[in-house]
């Protein structure tokens, strides 16, 4: 199976299997890593998906570990929904995915830049944890390296469009934020990015709760007030932001009709941004909640050349990435055959006297720069093979033409049935990295460039 990506998203699966999802994964990478047959595993859980990376071992597929005993190890695990419910992408799919994600595109809010960030603490953690394999970490920072360029050289991203923009511009066509205030409840990555937006947006006073006991930390990072006294924080709030998405909500159905109570015919408008709902049920009159299923009927199309731009430059951060791990899987046999020349060199070398008319150290240097020399050629066209997928008739030549066999790993992205590597396509779209490029160079580049 070798590189796969499990995962249920917003647009597939909604919402609802999402925040079912989320709460299964805890503890899901080093559970999948004590298996023998997984080699590495990275779990990313954001407002829009959950997604599971994982490497098998070589010998997997001979070993009987496929997709449906991957999906049964994941019901072991608890983790049902991604079992039952997850689409799985591996091999050359599953690094598309990856860089798709990482670059926002498969995004709620296409471009939008939180889900890099997540997906940096998401290798970050797992990394601690020590489940990141080699392979999974490469693809993770190439994705995350790619998701940058996508940031700068197009507008996806240049309006600040995320999930936590168009929540905000939903509750601006209710109140004026300018000059409100607003309380946030939870003090994660999204109540950092919503303290940021609403300072953007002129709010002059906000008030931060956390039942966890961090509000205090968090309100001196972000230079804003802990909210203490939660029922009188909800009374006098204009708008409540919740986001702590534990699973348990937030705001509580009694915390609700008090504040109802409590604000005299003032309605209470909450900005619900957890995936799980961090409203509880049943919401009192009196109370109007934004959730995410509103945000994602109101979040706007983007421009289609800025997104043709952001597909092309994915498209070549894969094809890099491809070239890289091609390069360094043929690595060992280039290393061989140079081996096998110097060897040969110091055969020679060990048959002549010690004493003659031309020194010993005089005949090791020349025959060693001829040994170079024997190389170069060959070792350069391994990796004109690694570029344009030949990789694996460069190594069967190196076998016939001088005997060197040498064990190397399979192609994580397999580049075999590709004769040039600008035909590699994005399995989402379709489109050919040259296709992309001729229709859609970033900015500052030429479209012929």
């Not at 394999?133 to 693809?139: D, E, F, K, L, R």
């Not at 409840?185 to 303290?195: D, E, I, P, Q, W």
């Not at 009709?257 to 015919?265: K, L």
Request: with cysteine; charged share 25%.
């Amino acid at each position: 199976m070798g590189l796969c990506v499990l995962t249920v998203d917003h647009a597939e699966q909604g919402l609802g299997v999402v925040s079912e999802a989320a709460a299964q994964v805890d503890g899901l990478g080093l559970a999948l890593t004590d298996h023998p047959q997984i080699r590495g595993a990275l779990v990313l859980s954001t407002c829009n998906r959950v997604c599971l990376i994982v490497e098998t071992s070589p010998d997997s597929a001979a070993q009987g570990f496929d997709e449906t005993a991957l999906r049964a190890c994941l019901a072991d695990q608890g983790a049902t929904v991604l079992a039952d419910s997850a689409q799985i992408f591996c091999e050359n799919d599953a690094v598309w995915r990856v860089f798709r994600v990482a670059a926002g595109l498969e995004s709620m809010v296409v471009g939008e830049r939180e889900v890099a960030g997540q997906m940096k603490r998401a290798l970050n953690e797992a990394r601690k944890e020590q489940t990141v394999s080699y392979i999974i970490g490469h693809v993770v920072e190439e994705a995350l390296k790619t998701s940058r360029h996508v940031a700068t050289e197009t507008a996806l991203a240049a309006e600040g469009r995320t999930v936590v923009a168009v929540g905000l511009d939903l509750v601006s066509q209710q109140m004026d934020l300018d000059g409100a205030c607003v309380l946030v409840m939870g003090t994660g990555s999204y109540a950092g990015a919503s303290c940021a937006q609403l300072n953007s947006r002129g709010v002059t006073e906000i008030q931060v709760h956390s039942a966890s006991g961090r509000a205090a930390g968090f309100a001196r990072r972000h230079r804003v007030t802990e909210a203490v006294d939660l029922d009188a924080a909800l009374a006098q709030a204009d708008l409540v932001v919740t986001c702590r998405g534990s699973g348990v909500p937030a705001l509580s159905a009694p915390a609700a009709r008090r504040a109802v109570d409590a604000r005299a015919g003032r309605d209470l408008l909450v900005l619900d941004l957890a995936v799980s709902g961090d409203v509880e049920d049943p919401i009192p009159a009196g109370v109007e909640v934004i959730d995410l299923e509103t945000i994602r009927h109101a979040v706007p199309a983007s421009a289609e050349a800025e997104r043709a731009a952001a597909e092309h430059i994915v498209a070549v951060g894969v094809r890099h990435l491809a070239i890289d791990l091609e390069r360094r899987r043929m690595a060992p046999a280039v290393v061989a055959l140079r081996d096998v020349i110097s060897d040969l060199v110091t055969a020679e070398l060990e048959r002549l006297p010690q004493e003659g008319s031309v020194a010993v150290d005089e005949v090791a240097a020349s025959l060693r720069r001829l040994a170079a020399s024997m190389a170069h050629i060959p070792s350069a066209r391994a990796r004109m093979a690694s570029e344009k997928g030949l990789g694996d008739r460069w190594l069967n030549s190196l076998s016939d033409v001088l005997g060197i066999d040498v064990e190397i790993a399979a192609p994580v992205i397999d580049m075999s049935t590709f004769t040039n590597a600008d035909c590699m396509a994005c399995p989402v779209t379709g489109l050919r990295v040259e296709d992309l490029a001729a229709d859609a160079a970033p900015r500052g580049e030429e479209k012929n460039s």
